[in-house]
């Protein structure tokens, strides 16, 4: 479990993952850029 948490952290924090919630508070399509 504590693996899982160090490793998945990074992908939290990724300009993806903060554009998903972002474009749905915006309500618009997300663009991805695979960062």
Do not use: H, I, N, Y
């Not at 990074?10 to 618009?28: H, I, Y």
Request: glycine share 6%.
């Amino acid at each position: 479990l504590a693996m899982e948490a160090k490793f998945s952290a990074p992908v939290f924090q990724t300009e993806d993952a903060k554009e998903g919630p972002k474009a749905f508070m915006e309500k618009r399509e997300p663009v991805f850029k695979g960062r």
